[in-house]
DNA sequence: ACGTTCACTTGCATTTAGCAAGTGTGAATA
DNA sequence: TATTCACACTTGCTAAATGCAAGTGAACGT
């Protein structure tokens, strides 16, 4: 489901901006680590956000990275990303009239998660090494 | 597939310990927070991380867990777990004979991530409440 | 005006999740 | 010893998600 040009909540831009209702499913319980994964829980979803918050910002950008997500997959991720009111959508400063995408407070709020994920990656997973352009720890400037 | 008495690696007592094989599939990328999400990328790997952190060895309380995981779910995710190493098995303490699971130091040192899910949940997440029992950060002694 | 880029959508085969029920072994009980 | 029970899974089946290739239409560049 996908409302591209409607009335109502989202009000639509040439066809791009999509219609952001409320949210699906209900919780499995109240636990807070359950929680965040009905929302990240998946081999999709925080690579976007990774995406993000390396300052990408288009559909294009995020379908390119090395993992190569399928379109229709990262199509519904960003639509439940929008949803749960980790992204949203602002139009792309060079040009305007499309439609690119951006972490909101909340989705900001993922950033120790990413690190924590990926120190423990470096640490522990076999295959992983540092990469020019992942994602940092920020220090304090000398 | 699991080999339940076999001989080779995994040498089984009574028909419950798993045989341990290396792995299966390849990174898909060498980015470390892909890595991690490779193994841990689903909605019940970290739930089940989660209850050996909270000292839940057994199968039956994994199952137990208010999610709810599907048995055949948890079969297969404890496989897994025993297969990239995060977690082994020892003979249960007041019952040797039976096989409970435990985390590796590889496992344990998913704790900060699973703290980063917690607080995430906590802050952004509209159904998480703090849970008697849940994950705890230590502390140092007043 | 025309072709290209972009942001998706659609169709379809394969895989995984989810549910209920069943199986074999060890432990407890009669 | 025979039965029952609990435990740790497995099996079978349906529904949903994933992965791939191809298609669509608005926007952009020329």
Redo the contacts with the bound molecule.
Sequence with gaps: M?V?AGYGNGVS????K?SVEPEGEPARSPCPVSCSLDVLG???TLLVVRDLILGHS????F?ASPE????????????RLLRSGIVDQVP?EE???????QLTKKGQALRPLLEAMRDWGLAWAPGARALRGSVKTPRSRP
């Design positions: 996908q591209i831009i040439q066809g791009r999509r998946d081999r999709w288009r559909f294009k950008d379908a190569g997500i399928p379109t229709n997959v990262l199509s519904d991720r960003l639509d792309v040009n305007p009239g499309r439609m690119g995408y």
